[in-house]
């Protein structure tokens, strides 16, 4: 995969300890190994089997991924900060993948 296309949604700024949405979308076309492509041979899996959500290195959030999980796979989380930081997502997968993005995390009074 050469280029990786991510979305993710962090709020410009959060409360003190206020609940807030996070989402995380990866582009990954999640190729199950069961699909045979227009020649008959099948399309090995690649799939995104992990994620997880660090604030300022700490874990927040995990996820395990399966081969029935949709293309593109997005992820949708609450968290609670009280204090600003930076919000790592990691996402690991099949044949060596691996992605990595930093957002920051601005709290509030």
Known sequence: MATVRTLIHVPPSVRRGEAFEVRATLGHPMETGHRADGQGATVPRDIVNSFECQLD?????????????????????????????????????????????????????
Request: aromatic share 14%; charged share 15%; net charge positive.
């Open 57 to 109: 290195g700490v874990s927040v959030f995990k996820a395990t991924l399966y081969p029935a999980v949709a293309a593109n796979p997005t992820l949708a989380f609450w968290l609670r900060a009280t204090q600003s930081g930076a919000l790592t997502f990691t996402w690991r997968g099949d044949r060596g993948f691996a992605h990595r993005e930093t957002v920051a995390l601005v709290v509030g009074a």
